[in-house]
């Protein structure tokens, strides 16, 4: 069993960063760093959709809509991940969700039901 717990959101202007942080608690069983840790944002009326996900083995994998804007990175000895986002702009206002997963795999790693654990979420709301 994980628990995850966002923080780091908030409302700032286009342009500005931000950089999201999700804590992870293993109560028992597998450590964080076996697994595979991702971002995921929704907005209201629509899917989950793939931010930003990092594997055990540290290699990043980004949407298209992020890659060179949004850095994933862990702290496997702080159990944490983290998102820093730069050059947001409005299209990037949702709400953020730290998701982990022990199972998928290369053809399933940006597909939100293959992951087990999720956090609660944390705003992220950018002005024009």
């Known amino acids: 069993q994980l628990q995850l717990a966002e923080s780091g959101g908030g409302l700032v202007q286009a342009g500005s960063s931000l950089r999201l942080s999700c804590e992870a608690s293993a109560n028992s069983g597998r450590s964080f760093r076996s697994y595979a840790m991702a971002w995921f944002r929704q907005t209201p009326g629509q899917e989950r959709e793939f931010v930003a996900v990092?594997?055990?083995?540290?290699?990043?994998y980004y949407a298209d809509s992020v890659q060179g804007r949004f850095t994933i990175s862990r702290d496997n000895a702080k159990n944490t991940l983290y998102l820093q986002m730069i050059g947001l702009g409005p299209e990037d206002t949702a709400v953020y969700y730290c998701?982990?997963?022990?199972?998928?795999?290369?053809?399933?790693?940006?597909?939100?039901?293959?992951?087990?654990?999720w956090g609660q979420g944390t705003q992220v709301t950018v002005s024009s």
């Open positions: 990092i594997r055990s083995d540290h290699r990043p």
């Open positions: 998701a982990a997963s022990s199972r998928v795999i290369l053809s399933t790693i940006r597909i939100a039901t293959f992951y087990d654990y």
